[in-house]
């Protein structure tokens, strides 16, 4: 069975940068689209960036020109840059194909942009 695990999250100011990381416990990035997730509360689980098994990249509107998606399919990796953080990012950020399967999610990583 499948675990990602992310990581990476924390605390930070507006403006700032932070990069999350995911691993994956078997070889899925190969074959599977991958995304990054965030859910803030009281919100719904949003997709904000998507990953191709080749490398092409899509973003929410929302975080378009700030965050960076990136793979590494070697060692079964995918990351989040993100830069010039607002409060409006803070959520708790998860990984998963695209679309989703229920059984891959994780525990997620709390980001939190505040002054």
């Known amino acids: 069975q499948v675990q990602l695990v992310e990581s990476g999250g924390g605390l930070v100011q507006p403006g700032g940068s932070l990069r999350l990381s995911c691993a994956a416990s078997g070889s899925i990035f190969s074959i599977n689209a991958m995304g990054w997730y965030r859910q803030a509360p009281g919100k719904e689980r949003e997709l904000v960036a998507v990953?191709?098994?080749?490398?092409?990249?899509n973003y929410a509107d929302s975080v378009k020109g700030r965050f960076t998606i990136s793979r590494d399919n070697a060692n079964n990796m995918m990351y989040l840059k993100m830069n010039s953080l607002k409060p409006e990012d803070t959520a708790v950020y998860y990984c998963?194909?695209?679309?989703?399967?229920?059984?891959?999610w994780g525990q997620g990583t709390q980001v939190t942009v505040s002054s």
């Open positions: 990953i191709t098994n080749i490398g092409s990249t």
């Open positions: 998963n194909v695209v679309p989703w399967m229920g059984d891959y």
